[in-house]
């Protein structure tokens, strides 16, 4: 199957840095990607798609200028939390669709654990 | 607004035991579901889907969900547990775009 990884699999940084999250998909092409925040006990709350060569769409509630989206080529997504705080700690998860046609299939990354300081 | 709820968050059996993790949604579109699973320690995985046609789907590890579209309900079962089927489950609702809804996940654990 798809294979979708991400780096790096746990950050620690201190408040107020930047961090940047990249998902790849390994063997196939992606022009959509999600990104999506697990809270513990709670459930993956989407919080933006990511579309190869134009703006990310955001999901509502979630600060864009907070979390930048690029995605950079039809491998390669990345997500920036910028100036993080304790409360941006959480467990980070990409994603990307399956072959068109698969309406709603996903492949997950691993996921990124952030931990701010 | 589509939603996703699973009603079951800890659930614990013993080997053997069959399994039944309730999952219900709500939208008013044409239904796409799934279950996904998380072991410990590794990304989510498909566990199985349903798009249309027989309600009954059979998934990977002799898991199957049946489609209640009366009781808006995806129930997942499993007739045998199995230690190694400690993981976390999501029920997921496909909308618009490709997105998923998720549910809060149900947190099985199946003791020897």
């Known amino acids: 199957g798809a294979v979708v990884s991400q780096h790096p699999s746990r950050v620690i940084c201190k408040s107020g840095t930047s961090v940047k999250i990249e998902c790849r998909s390994l063997d196939f092409q992606a022009t959509t990607m999600f990104w999506y925040r697990q809270f513990p006990k709670k459930s993956l709350m989407l919080m933006a798609t990511s579309n190869e060569g134009s703006k990310a769409t955001y999901e509502q509630g979630v600060e864009k200028d907070k979390f930048l989206i690029n995605h950079a080529s039809l491998t390669l997504s990345t997500l920036t939390v910028t100036s993080a705080h304790p409360e941006d700690s959480s467990f980070y998860i990409c994603s990307a669709p399956g072959l068109a046609g698969t309406r709603g299939e996903q492949y997950f990354g691993p996921g990124t654990r952030l931990t701010v300081t | 607004a589509q939603s996703v709820s699973q009603h079951n968050h800890h659930v614990i059996l013993s080997e053997a035991a069959s399994l039944e993790l309730g999952c219900n949604y709500s939208?008013?579109?044409?239904?796409?579901l799934f279950w996904y699973v998380q072991y410990p320690g590794q990304h989510l995985q498909l566990l199985l889907k349903y798009f249309s046609g027989d309600p009954l789907v059979k998934g990977i590890k002799g898991f199957e969900a049946e489609f209640i579209k009366s009781k808006f309900s995806f129930n997942l079962r499993k007739p045998s547990v199995q230690w190694s089927d400690t993981a976390e489950y999501f029920c997921a609702l496909g909308g618009g775009g490709n997105k998923l809804t998720f549910g809060t996940g149900t947190q099985l654990k199946v003791e020897l």
């Open positions: 939208y008013g579109g044409t239904v796409n």
